[in-house]
């Protein structure tokens, strides 16, 4: 699907998405949990459809009605399951070491550029805990045999949280107490998500510095209703559209949130943006945007929406953590830098690092890479634009933001 994006001035308010990440780790909470779970405001992209229908198909029931998914746990998965995680690399990572603490014979498939990103890192960590691993050559589909059992495990955390996040939800089930070793732990605000989400779902776990995790075994998740906070890296782009061209507010959303991505409220400021806040929701106004710097390690989600940012600003940007990027849905550096080519601003990659000079940013036509985080990338950019953006393939935003382009139209986005 191709979308048109006009100039056009955003100015309105609007509700941030819910948050797919939180969604997801919360249907993962009800699948381990006793009872009835509610989960409450879910998002319903399509990563958080592929993890609803894995976990009924390790046992849970799951139904969806208005705003809340219930979830109802058997735990009495087949003898041998198979799961699609579709693109999702959080269902992926997180899903692994859930599927194989329920059942002895787990194959995980998906789709898209899923297949082409490395699952090395899983062999690496289950093997550790009794389950073997299978591989195609290192990518997917991969096969887990053998129950998940506890004890210690040192897993490399440099590529990410999501399997750490699976191993903290998971091991909680087993009959032995766990410690688990990090090192070099990128993404560390989702492991503090995650953490809050264990506890509320009434599992303890002790963490150490983010470097170690002591894990009780013999726990038993609480099943019980729960809400998902607004999604701060959807709100990031609509942000970033206040901040280049006109005054957006942006409601449901958590000002205490754990989400790495609300730092895009301190690029915003130090950019020159006008921020104001008040319960439960931000506004962000256009200014005289000037150059900023960012380590964007932890949140690698703000690439997208901060490189449109300083394709505003007056002067040179640099945003720290390219290597994050590399395996995402897209080469996201490349599509990132692309993008801003083809819109006639300066980029250049120099180690782990992008530096962007700001300028005048023209009409195009540019392709989302099937990427959800480039698609509204290029229609924020698009907004102020000198003359319209083509985005081709702009359903790429269903995987975690299906509403964003009726969501820009409503403040102010012309679309077509």
Not at 73 to 99: I, Q, T, W, Y
Not at 346 to 365: F, L, N, P
Not at 380 to 392: H, N, R
Request: with cysteine.
């Amino acid at each position: 699907m191709n979308i048109t994006v006009s100039p056009s001035e955003l100015r309105g308010q609007i509700d941030a998405p819910s948050s797919k990440s939180l969604t997801q780790r919360a249907i993962a909470a009800g699948l381990l949990a006793g009872g009835t779970t509610l989960i409450i405001n879910p998002s319903l992209c399509n990563d958080s459809m592929a993890a609803m229908t894995m976990a009924r198909a390790l046992g849970a029931s799951v139904t969806m009605k208005d705003d809340r998914i219930t979830m109802e746990a058997f735990r009495k998965p087949a003898d041998r399951v198979f799961l699609n995680c579709g693109e999702s690399g959080l269902a992926l990572r997180m899903f692994s070491p859930l599927a194989s603490v329920l059942s002895g014979d787990v194959t995980l498939t998906g789709e898209g550029s899923l297949l082409r990103r490395p699952v090395k890192m899983i062999g690496e960590a289950l093997s550790q805990l009794g389950v073997t691993v299978e591989t195609s050559d290192g990518l997917l589909p991969v096969r887990l045999k053998g129950k998940l059992k506890g004890g210690r495990a040192l897993i490399d955390g440099s590529s990410g949280s999501q399997l750490l996040t699976g191993l903290l939800m998971a091991l909680p089930l087993t009959d032995t107490d766990s410690r688990i070793d990090v090192a070099n732990l990128t993404s560390r605000p989702y492991i503090s998500l995650t953490l809050d989400l264990l506890a509320d779902f009434g599992i303890r776990i002790e963490n150490e510095g983010f470097m170690t995790f002591t894990i009780p075994g013999r726990q038993s998740y609480r099943a019980h209703e729960y809400r998902v906070e607004g999604d701060w890296s959807g709100a990031a782009f609509l942000l970033v559209g206040g901040a280049t061209g006109g005054r957006v507010s942006v409601g449901n959303l958590n000002p205490e949130s754990r989400q790495a991505d609300m730092a895009v409220l301190s690029v915003l400021e130090e950019a020159g943006a006008v921020i104001a806040a008040e319960p439960g929701r931000i506004t962000s106004s256009v200014s005289q945007l000037r150059g900023f710097t960012f380590d964007a390690t932890d949140a690698p989600d703000l690439f997208p929406p901060l490189a449109a940012l300083a394709a505003y600003c007056e002067g040179v940007s640099t945003i720290r953590g390219v290597g994050r990027l590399r395996h995402k849905e897209s080469d996201r550096a490349e599509a990132i830098a692309g993008v801003l080519e083809a819109m006639r601003i300066e980029v250049r990659i120099r180690g782990d690092e992008m530096i962007i000079t700001g300028g005048k940013v023209q009409g195009a036509v540019v392709s989302s890479h099937n990427d959800h985080r480039i698609a509204m990338m290029a229609a924020v950019m698009a907004a102020g634009a000198a003359a319209p953006v083509t985005i081709t393939g702009a359903e790429a935003v269903a995987k975690s933001y299906p509403g964003f382009f009726d969501d820009l139209a409503r403040i102010g986005g012309k679309t077509g």
